[in-house]
């Protein structure tokens, strides 16, 4: 079974960028899709990109479209959320998560592995 594990989280001033990766271990990817997801404090958890592994497409939510990126290196098992120009409201807990083929989803129930998260804060 796919483990995930998330780094690259860490405390940035509005306008910055952090990069983030997701390794998996266990077994590959593959064709499963692998999503990012957030939790700010007190709110519940939001999809912000969702990524097949059957075709390479590619969603984003519209509040992060132009400013966040999405790539996958197969060799390394990895996937990683390149955040460029974020902002105070991007502060949370970042999770990526991987579903069955097929599938590409904001919801966090079509998720079934879930790495433990990442805290970004985007603080003067």
């Known amino acids: 079974q796919v483990q995930l594990v998330e780094s690259g989280g860490g405390l940035v001033q509005p306008g910055g960028s952090l990069r983030l990766t997701c390794v998996a271990s266990g077994d590959k990817l593959g064709q499963r899709t692998v999503a990012w997801f957030r939790q700010a404090p007190g709110s519940e958890r939001e999809g912000i990109s969702s990524?097949?592994?059957?075709?390479?497409?590619?969603i984003y939510i519209p509040s992060v479209r132009g400013r966040f990126t999405v790539s996958r290196d197969d060799a390394k098992n990895e996937v990683y959320l390149q955040m460029d120009n974020l902002r105070p409201e991007d502060t949370g807990i970042y999770y990526c998560?991987?579903?069955?083929?097929?599938?590409?989803?904001?919801?966090?129930?079509?998720?079934?592995?879930w790495g433990q998260g990442t805290q970004v804060t985007v603080s003067t």
């Open positions: 990524l097949s592994g059957v075709d390479g497409s590619l």
């Open positions: 998560a991987t579903a069955i083929p097929h599938l590409m989803s904001f919801r966090p129930s079509s998720y079934n592995i």
